[in-house]
């Protein structure tokens, strides 16, 4: 049975440092994501990468702050957020997909974590 767990979240400080974590149970995928939803607002991309990690994607409003990461002995991917503002305030979805490719789109991914909230006061 496939689960993805994450951990992490927490109401940081404006220009400071969080690391998301995601482990997932069951087995392993070709694309891992990120993504994050605010109230009122649709679900929105974050970040992607391989099943080994090498090749990764950002949306423009994270690049240079947010690094995702995988961890293949331990099963786990990563979101190191740096230089958090108070509009990256939103709860934190995991996500795997068995195909590559698409790496923005919600529908490619077809299994989601839990979520993890993000709270970034100012």
């Known amino acids: 049975q496939v689960q993805l767990v994450e951990s992490g979240g927490g109401l940081v400080q404006a220009g400071g440092s969080l690391r998301l974590s995601c482990v997932v149970q069951?087995?392993?995928?070709?694309?891992y994501g990120w993504f994050r939803q605010a109230p009122g607002k649709e679900r929105e991309f974050v970040a992607a990468?391989?099943?080994?990690?090498?090749?990764?994607y950002y949306a423009d409003f994270v690049k240079g702050r947010f690094t995702i990461s995988r961890d293949n002995a331990k099963n786990t991917v990563y979101l190191q957020m740096n230089s958090l503002k108070p509009e990256d305030t939103a709860v934190y979805y995991c996500?795997?997909?068995?195909?590559?490719?698409?790496?923005?789109?919600?529908?490619?991914?077809?299994?989601w974590g839990q979520g993890t909230q993000v709270t970034v006061s100012s």
């Open positions: 996500s795997a997909a068995s195909l590559s490719g698409f790496w923005s789109r919600a529908s490619t991914y077809e299994h």
């Open positions: 990468c391989g099943w080994t990690g090498a090749n990764t």
């Open positions: 069951g087995r392993t995928f070709s694309t």
